[in-house]
């Protein structure tokens, strides 16, 4: 196995669990404030995904976090396996999810020329922006899995 | 680097990118033989998504080919680098394209209980059905690719 920053145990691989526990906790909260999201099953499912990315992301956060504290290296085979795995599938919901919740929220915006939802459409969009942000640290922790597990 | 089925120059390298340029082909033709699309930002980027899509497997079905035929190994770092990359890009692009183009069917067919442009309803479905089928191939080779270079 091979030691670089962002690998299980590391400061940078904290870091990027972190980033997408926040930003997905950020999308949750923004669609949760906006009372009419159960109308669209995008939105919806980009709840129910946002929530499945931020348990994950936080419980490897705090695998991490003991690690580093306790200076741990997390380069097990099967652990390394199972992380790459969980952000392998966490990370294709999360690009669905807001890219489906996007498709919506650019008809509303862009096609239908306005939203009707009135102080609701920001909450829609910045939750879509949570989203997207969340999904690019967990897609550079999944190329790190597997360049971990087939460099191993 | 190492040899295994699905990496570039075998007949299931060939076969997976044939199976992307078909499914991607076809959903361009589905997309297209509606006369509403355009009205649809996430429908009109699905076409070029699917396009792109469409080029690059052509592209390299089209060197597969000539690999199988003359029995030539393409495991050149530089080459699959290459490989790498714009298969990561097409891929992301892809599933985008399919997800927030699925978003507006569902919110057509389910949440809005009806959907209103009549023929052209099976069209986006069986578009949106077609970018899907194209993407599972694409991540499978853009898997083997990074698998190739990593543990090459």
């Known amino acids: 196995m091979k030691d670089f920053p962002g690998t299980p145990g590391t400061v940078l691989g904290l870091i990027l669990r972190l980033s997408?526990?926040?930003?997905?906790?950020g999308s949750i909260a923004f669609m949760v404030s906006s009372s009419s999201f159960f109308n669209f099953t995008a939105f919806c499912?980009?709840?129910?995904?946002m929530g499945l990315q931020a348990i994950w992301s936080f419980v490897l956060a705090l695998m991490d976090a003991y690690a580093v504290v306790r200076r741990k290296v997390l380069h097990n085979p099967v652990l390394v396996c199972l992380y790459l795995v969980?952000?392998?599938?966490?990370?294709?919901?999360?690009?669905?999810?807001?890219?489906?919740?996007?498709?919506?929220?650019?008809?509303?915006?862009?096609?239908?020329?306005?939203?009707?939802?009135?102080?609701?459409?920001?909450?829609y969009q910045l939750s879509v922006?949570?989203?997207?942000?969340?999904?690019?640290?967990?897609?550079?922790?999944?190329?790190?899995m597997l360049w971990l597990l087939a460099a191993g």
């Open 20 to 25: 997408q526990f926040i930003f997905a906790a």
């Open 45 to 49: 499912y980009l709840i129910a995904a």
């Open 86 to 123: 969980g952000d392998w599938a966490t990370s294709t919901l999360s690009l669905a999810a807001a890219c489906s919740s996007a498709g919506i929220t650019v008809l509303f915006f862009n096609d239908l020329r306005h939203c009707y939802f009135g102080e609701e459409c920001r909450n």
């Open 129 to 144: 922006v949570c989203a997207f942000l969340s999904w690019i640290p967990i897609s550079i922790s999944s190329l790190i």
